[in-house]
């Protein structure tokens, strides 16, 4: 069963990056990510919540978005909600071809975001419900590992 570790609701401010960074991160370890797990996903919901703002958006600030991080027994589950246009199908994917790319080399295809968040995270996946967009970022981490033991032992 999926236990949410926190939401957070904001608007579409790039000066809004760095308190959500912070609060993600600390998610990510309360979660069970070590510090560079938590870095990892810190960066990868960073960088999906900035193109929702400069694209979906189109920098438009004061627009909603929602930010959802659960534990699964795979690690953690990262929701990224916003009511911008949808994102096109070919961008879906591009982040999907990225695991092993280092953010250190160029990515002439595409912004930095993109393969970032594809190099980050374990899964990336996308849809577009009732005029919201949902991506859905995930990372293994197994951080409910520890109470399966726990039920185990007993």
Known sequence: MDRIVTVFRMVSRLSRLGGLAERVNVSAAVAGATADEAETVERAVVEAVANAIKHGYDGQSNMPMKIVVACTPAGLMIDVFDSGPPIPPAVIASMRGC????????????????????????????????????????????????????????
């Open 99 to 154: 695991r092993n790319w280092d953010p250190s080399d160029p990515a002439p295809e595409v912004g930095a975001g993109l393969p970032t968040i594809g190099a980050c995270m374990d899964g990336v996946a996308y849809n577009r419900r009732l005029g919201v967009n949902r991506l859905r970022m995930t990372k293994n981490l197994g951080c409910a590992a520890p109470e399966a033991q726990k039920r185990g032992a007993a």
